[in-house]
Nanobody, 123 residues
Framework: VQLQASGGGLVQAGGSLRLSCAASQRAFDNVMGWFRQAPGKEREFVAAISRSGRNTAYADSVEDRFTISRDDAKNTVCLQIYSLKPEDTAVYYC??????????????????WGQGTLVTVSS
């Protein structure tokens, strides 16, 4: 099972980034989520998308600026980020949810994780 996140980088506040996560089929056949972890903080939920792609969920802090999507042909989940803020600085992780029937926001319910990609937003 593999997840490979990419697309992070250094960007000025107000800019945009598109993060991608390439997943093996076993991981991709699940709800897919993005989490982030800032220095000295716990890992937090950012967004998730259902297996069909018809349902999405976002953290309140990012709902108007982040868009999650999935491409079944490429086994890829993307996170489009607009209007970046310095507080968005974190390592962003993609993950596959392996505990079924629970809420999407707990990292404990995700059994497969990518290595993370660093997003740094300068003010």
């Amino acid at each position: 099972v593999q997840l490979q996140a990419s697309g992070g980088g250094l960007v000025q506040a107000g800019g945009s980034l598109r993060l991608s996560c390439a997943a093996s089929q076993r991981a991709f056949d699940n709800v897919m989520g993005w989490f982030r972890q800032a220095p000295g903080k716990e890992r937090e939920f950012v967004a998730a998308i259902s297996r069909s792609g018809r349902n999405t969920a976002y953290a309140d802090s990012v709902e108007d600026r982040f868009t999650i999507s999935r491409d079944d042909a490429k086994n890829t989940v993307c996170l489009q980020i607009y209007s970046l803020k310095p507080e968005d600085t974190a390592v962003y992780y993609c993950a596959a949810k392996t505990i079924y029937g629970s809420a999407w926001y707990s990292p404990l319910d995700y059994g497969y994780w990518g290595q993370g990609t660093l997003v740094t937003v300068s003010s």
